[in-house]
């Protein structure tokens, strides 16, 4: 389905936002985990994306009045990419450990000293800019909304010395049910990102050989993706990756090479996905190397047709956790009554372990709405028959659950290679 895409914007995000914090008689939010950074500003901040000791020095403040400024605090040497990122947002900066000055200006001997920059950031400084803002924009008392639950201690007793007149409340939840729905430029971007990481696992299983371990498939995935990335202007916002596969009877998660190397029949499993412009996918198929056993084809064969029923049953209005009775209820009549899972699949969108709420599961009573993105899977993990992965991620349309997963559902039976 090609659908016309409308222009990155956090426009549509920001004003359910402060309709929330006024509803909820908020005076504002603050945004801390790298998700709702990115959410609130439409800025992805390195630093606090890949590095989690940085988490807490970039924030970024909504208030609930329409009239003040979204506001982000963050160190000096991300201000220019935030600017190009978030022409709309106020930026207050901190110096930062690097040296930002040109060349000609270091090489003047009638030149100012710049005042000697800190070793990493100053505390100090941080707690100036959060002061600043959080008085600037009228969230110093009162009741404010942040991410709760995530905030480390350090930016908890920042938050705490800025506002001693604020009450903190979670916004958690709040923010969850804001994402759920997805604009359309949203969608393409995880679409972009499934493309990606279906080029990551057929180019992956073109390189596989027998002996090749877990590790081996990993890296020839990420071979696949970053060759793919590289040749293809539409997939110029990417900037990372995830797998975790299985090569035969070792099923866990791990970075490991315990299994004993590729042999034929043995199931190859992808439960992959890569992040471009900020979004991440989610997905996976299995592929066998050479004629698969005769017990794997059929428990395939059977969570096949259980996903599928999963995914038929994400129509607008129908109730989320009933998906997850037609899965596993199949399973179960299908000659697998033991069969055992927590959710069968999961919304997702920008988090970075990109499982976000609402779950597939059975208590879920969150109604299917147009424009919720779900990562539907009914896997297993079984070491005697080895671990099957059939996963896709859909957007729901008024007419039911749109594939953006493309690669076919049957299992896919690769030639030995030696």
């Known amino acids: 389905m090609n659908l016309p895409v409308s222009a990155p914007s956090t426009d549509t995000a920001l004003a359910q936002i402060r309709a929330r914090l006024r509803e909820r008689g908020l005076a504002g939010y603050v945004a801390f985990t790298p998700s709702n950074l990115l959410y609130t500003t439409g800025f992805r901040s390195y630093f606090v994306s890949e590095w989690w000791r940085l988490h807490g020095t970039v924030l970024a403040f909504v208030p609930a009045d329409d009239d003040l400024p979204v506001t982000v605090m963050l160190g000096d040497f991300e201000e220019k990419t935030a600017?190009?990122?978030?022409?709309?947002?106020?930026?207050?900066?901190?110096?930062?450990?690097?040296?930002?000055?040109?060349?000609?200006?270091?090489?003047?001997?009638?030149?100012?000293?710049?005042?000697?920059?800190?070793?990493?950031w100053d505390a100090d400084e941080l707690d100036a800019r959060t002061r600043?803002?959080?008085?600037?924009?009228?969230?110093?008392?009162?009741?404010?909304?942040?991410?709760?639950?995530?905030?480390?201690?350090?930016?908890?007793a920042r938050l705490q010395r800025a506002a001693p007149a604020a009450t903190w409340e979670d916004f958690t939840d709040d923010i969850y049910e804001i994402r759920l729905i997805k604009q359309e430029w949203e969608v393409e971007r995880l679409r972009t990102a499934v493309e990606l990481s279906e080029r990551g696992m057929t180019g992956a299983m073109e390189l596989a050989r027998r002996g090749m371990t877990a590790s081996d498939i990993r890296a020839a995935y990420q071979v696949a993706v970053a060759t793919a990335a590289m040749s293809d202007r539409r997939f110029a916002g990417y900037t990372d990756n995830w797998v975790l596969p299985t090569v035969g009877g070792t099923t866990s998660a791990g970075y490991g090479s315990a299994d004993g190397g590729l042999a034929p029949g043995d199931l190859v499993k992808f439960d992959c996905g890569t992040t471009v412009q900020g979004y991440r996918s989610d997905g996976g198929r299995t592929f066998a190397f050479g004629t698969p056993s005769a017990e794997a084809q059929r428990l395939y064969d059977v969570l096949a047709v259980a996903q599928k029923r999963a995914r038929d049953a994400l129509i607008p209005g129908a109730r989320i956790g009933d998906a997850f009775t037609a899965a596993m209820s199949y399973v179960h009549d299908s000659g697998y009554p033991t069969f055992?899972?927590?959710?069968?699949?999961?919304?997702?969108?920008?988090?970075?372990?990109?499982?976000?709420?609402?779950?597939?599961?059975?208590a879920c009573d969150v109604l299917v709405r147009p424009g919720m993105v779900f990562a539907v899977e009914v896997p297993t993990y079984t070491p005697d028959v080895g671990a099957i992965m059939i996963e896709d991620l859909v957007v729901i349309r008024d007419s039911g659950a749109e594939l953006l997963h493309t690669l076919p559902h049957e299992l896919t039976v690769v030639p030995v290679r030696d």
């Open 83 to 120: 600017r190009a990122a978030a022409p709309d947002v106020k930026m207050l900066t901190y110096r930062l450990w690097v040296d930002l000055s040109t060349a000609e200006r270091m090489a003047r001997a009638d030149g100012a000293r710049e005042t000697q920059r800190p070793a990493q």
């Open 132 to 156: 600043e803002a959080l008085h600037s924009l009228r969230m110093a008392e009162g009741r404010v909304g942040t991410d709760l639950p995530h905030l480390n201690l350090d930016t908890w």
């Open 340 to 362: 055992n899972r927590g959710h069968v699949g999961h919304s997702i969108g920008i988090d970075t372990f990109h499982e976000e709420p609402p779950f597939i599961s059975p």
